[in-house]
């Protein structure tokens, strides 16, 4: 084949690859248009980036304005409680791994006996999968920007009664105690062991739990309700990070994903474990809770969102059509929650 006839070629197949693109964004669009045009009286977000994992290859979208540099997939986001796959993916390696039992205590009595309803200890599965009991946040902190510490811990757990036959009760505090539970075994903050046992070895490259100066840049800034800019710098504090610490880009969570849909060797009985039905969820009909995740027994698909500091994030994978999708929002409007999951779903179609 001549020179030319081998640039035609070229050109023909760089002309087919970006028409697919521009199909794939227009679908995305149709299927966003609820979220993308708010009703009456909502807010309208200001920007909106998606990660999309379909036919074996990723796609990345942005409507609306981002304040921050680079590339939509290369903007970094805090997470907020898409954090909790993270931990609970952390749990299940080190059960995999023979370091306890999914079933075992996750405390000791004679240390928190007020964590021991009925003499018997609150276990690793209750604790990821929101049957521990739990309230959802601690009642001794000042206000959602300030820090937390060790005495302030011990004396919110000190003080709980838990019951005896709990049923599933989303919890902050449940996965604030477990990933640091988790770290403090190993000598470790949970920053540090998180990063050493999944974000790390999964190649989530900017995934963090504190942003460093260099990257300042691409930490988008979050809007509240009111539509009005938030500091870039309100990202939850060290000490609950295990619940919603995390800052990552749409292509660091497409990468998390991906992991679950094409597990390696290394992780395939994690992820087994992590993706497992284990609770009923009462106030979510045909959900049951995994470990870290809620998963639609109608549709086949677990998912998890997150909202704080300004955001509002959402990630699903369906495992049977191989396909997984990111949306990360600078601004923490709830109204069109429901309607940003359903659009979520029909894409994973």
């Known amino acids: ?118 003499g018997r200890a609150i276990t690793w599965r209750q604790l990821a999968t929101h049957t521990a009991g739990f309230p959802m946040v601690v009642n001794n902190r000042d206000d959602a920007s300030s820090d937390y510490d060790e005495t302030r811990w011990q004396q919110f757990l000190d003080q709980l009664v838990l019951s005896a036959e709990p ?29 050493h046992q999944v974000l790390g070895p999964l190649g989530m490259k900017d995934a963090c739990f504190e942003v460093g100066e260099e990257s300042l840049g691409r930490l988008e800034a979050g809007h509240g309700r009111d539509g009005k800019r938030l500091r870039s710098e309100t990202i939850t504090p060290r000490f609950f990070a295990p619940s919603g610490g995390l800052v990552a880009t749409a292509e660091d969570l497409l990468t998390f994903l991906e992991a679950h849909l094409r597990p390696t060797a290394e992780w395939q009985a994690a992820v087994d474990l992590v993706l497992q039905p284990y609770a009923e969820i009462p106030s979510f009909p045909m959900s049951v809770a995994g470990l870290g995740w809620q998963y639609l027994t109608v549709s086949g698909v677990h998912w998890h969102a997150g909202h704080g500091s ?40």
């Open 1 to 118: 084949m001549s020179p030319i006839s081998l640039l035609v070629c070229w050109m023909a197949l760089q002309a087919g690859a970006e028409s697919s693109e521009r199909t794939r964004e227009q679908e995305v669009a149709r299927a966003l248009a609820p979220v993308l045009e708010p009703e009456e009286g909502e807010t309208r977000f200001p920007a909106l980036v998606i990660g999309l994992w379909k036919e074996g290859k990723r796609h990345f979208f942005r409507f609306g304005d981002l304040e921050s540099e680079g590339e939509p997939e290369t903007v970094l986001f805090p997470v907020a409680s898409l954090t909790k796959p993270v931990t609970a993916l952390l749990l299940a390696r080190s059960v995999v791994e023979g370091e306890r039992e999914l079933d075992g205590p996750a405390v000791l009595c004679e240390e928190m006996p007020s964590l021991c309803p009925r």
């Open 167 to 195: 049923s599933f009760s989303y919890s902050t505090v449940g996965f604030t105690l477990l990933g640091r539970s988790l770290a403090e075994e190993h000598g470790k903050s949970y920053p540090e062991w998180a990063t």
């Open 310 to 349: 300004g955001h509002h994030t959402f990630m699903a994978l369906h495992q049977e059509n191989n396909t997984a999708i990111v949306i990360l929002t600078n601004a923490a409007t709830v109204p069109w929650d429901t309607r940003l999951a359903t659009a979520c779903f029909g894409l994973l179609e």
